[in-house]
């Protein structure tokens, strides 16, 4: 047990050489870690948002409402379909999760059944090469004479991540432009997104950023009624709705259904100010196609109002004035300064593909994140200090040891955590501190082993023998189960619980390591000086 | 060489007779915690229960009675303020809304606040977990604590006997419902990091007992006509010194994070603090005297599994 050949040494030494070469990057300036040669690991831990300061949000998409417009448009499709196909239907409509209808001649099934068929459109594979022949309907005969039309497990699944991945890149592009650092933008679970900006403590811009979906579409406005009939239970002239303006109190517009211009032909908008009253605007410019659109809409329609409509309310309405052909434009509202730079934004970022809602936010000021790192410093520093005192005194010499291993332990912790990337959180500085007082655990083990075995009259190189060989079994059994929680808490946890379980996790790997190599490499260096003693001094 | 010794060489202490006494002290513990869990309840943080949690500090001493005031004119619902390390330092709750479904109705309370209190105060932090998060997270909570009691049910099966592994479980459980039944009677703040430590426990008291059972199936081994009671005996005091340094450096560590790691983790560190201790009673008092009478198998000669 004492002996240790030369690779053994070898291997020792180039664990802790790698231990310092990862670590070193923390005690190290930002400039000098840049300077660094490329086949040197330079990057320094990764400090949590709650040691940081920053802002956590955790949002859900709202996939539900992208199937609804989904099924919508396939009603107009099986509309048109079957109208071209000359079948005669009743009772066309939305279901709770699909699509009905009945045909006027059973005769006409099979016919119906394969229009309805065409209207199926391969599922784009999810992984790339993936051999899928999945359609995207399932059309199933509900009874005599008509067919269900639901969406297929596979579609809806297709349908959602691309709605996810959609949001994500518009999330980034927003956030982008708030000109923050490092922000984290993570799919979670199938629908969830997980936004994490480091440094912001109020977060309320950003979330009045994410709130919205940004949907920008120009309508002509209905002049065939008036809105206010309408309000009173009035039905609405064909293809027109009833939308209100967001200003307070809410005014009523009757606008027409089909949009003249989509916001998706938006290609730029920036902040601007009225040449005359110096208010803040919003300039936009629309694509070549959308350009030309909105030039033909405004010249037939000069003198007459059209509405700016943002996420279904009306930001302005103005009456135009004349054709508007050079495919740019500008929205005039009663906006400050903030307000048409967001709007700016949003518009250039995009419109998100679906709503989204705030399900969790934690926002941790920069004064608070100060305060808990040197805390945590504080405590480490004290904790160590005392652990490292009480094992010199209990074990002496084999204590100082024990204390070498531990600081080399730590050493290691820190390397791994630096060199994985992984997060350094508050409760994350906890799990070093505790591990600080456990990782002694294992020394301790062998250390009480080798006093029994002195006890029962064997000779020093005997005990640390049987010591050693005897504790072994002991120590993998008692560590694994802490390890195993470890593993458990890391599975349940969210941000800072998980640097919690991560530091956790090294520090028994790491203990065990240094038990059974470090300390018995010491404890044989010091046989070996002392030639062979008799006596320890345990 | 003199060496400091918490504990005496070959003590020979009868831990397994005082088996009753530590039996009915157990039985009352655990009755007074389930009492104050069903009286009490826990009191549930954001984290399980949804809400808004704020966080601010000031230069002076903080008037948690006029800030209420203050705060209750804002008409938000229900606000729940109170003192956070220092005088200067405080917490403001506010229950979620039921009806809301996403945390956005915690926004309005949030934005009122910092209305309200903007320049007087620095705002340390805010915190706001919609009602659906939160009820995912006691989900998986529980399933979390219930998923580690049972990895280590099967993992000492595994590595020793079923008898040793309902020993060990029932100590776990004990240990888990003492930890839960101080914060019912105290009516700390229960939160996801609380759950965290109840995790750690877990594993630590396991770490201890298994130390202990380690030695109990050696001396199966060794002393094959021992009675159990004594064999038992042994096991716990020739381990007795290591259970109790490990405690104390680990407590040591504890209790430097508990003074000075600052208020965010005070709980957490409580929690671990408490645990150890139950975790470690529990092993010498609990968890081995229960193999008397789990009727452990007594022939160990086929069995070396190392």
Redesign the interface.
Known sequence: MLHFSKLKIAGMALVFLAGILFSLPNFLSQQTRQAMPEFLPSSALNLGL?LQGGSHL?L?VDVQEVQNERLDGLVADVRLALRGAGIGYTGLGRVANGVSVNLRDIEQLAEARKVLDGLAQPVAPLVFGGFNEAVDLDITQSDSSGFTLTLTEEAIIARNTRTVQQSIEIIRRRIDELGTTEPTIQRQGDTRILVQVPGL????RL?ALL?QTAKMNFHLVDQNASPYDVMGGKRAPAGARLVYTDTQPAVPYLIRRRAMVSGERLVDASIGFDPQTNAPEVNFRFDSVGGKKFGEVTKANIGRPFAIVLDDKIISAPVIQSAILGGAGRITGNFSVQEANDLAILLRAGALPAPM?????????P??GA??VA??R???I???L??IS??L????VFGLFANVALIINMVLIMAVLSGLQATLT??G??GI??T???A??AN??IF?RI??EL?ANKAPITAIDVGYN?AL??IL??????????I??F????G??RG??IT?AIGIVTSVFTAFTLTRFFISLWVRAKGRPA?L?? | MWTLKLIAADTKMEFVRYRLMAFVLSALLLIGSVGAFISNGLNFGIDFKGGTLIEISSDIEIDIAQLREQLTGLNIGEVQIQQFGTPSDALIRVSADEAAESAEGGLSAVESIRNELQGRFEIRRVEIVGPQVSGELIQTGILAVLAAIVSMLIYIWFRFEWQFSVGAVLALIHDVVLTIGIFSLLQLDFNLSILAAILTIVGYSMNDTVVVYDRVRENLRKFKKMPLDDLLNVAINETLSRTVMTSVTTLIALIALYTLGGEVIRGFTFAMIWGVVVGTYSSVFVASPLLLYLGVKRDWSGNQTD
């Open positions: 709650d955790l859900s403590d109020d977060p309320q979330k709130g809602n705030i399900l969790e936010e934690r926002t941790v000021g004064g608070l305060d808990s805390a945590g504080i405590a480490l004290v904790g160590f005392a652990v009480f094992m005194l209990s074990y002496n508050l409760p500085i906890a501190v505790l600080v007082g456990m002694v655990d301790v083990l009480e006093r029994e006890r005897r079994g002991t059994d008692a560590n694994v189960t802490t390890l195993l929680a470890a458990i808490l599975q349940l946890g969210s800072p619980i919690f379980a956790l006596q001094p345990l």
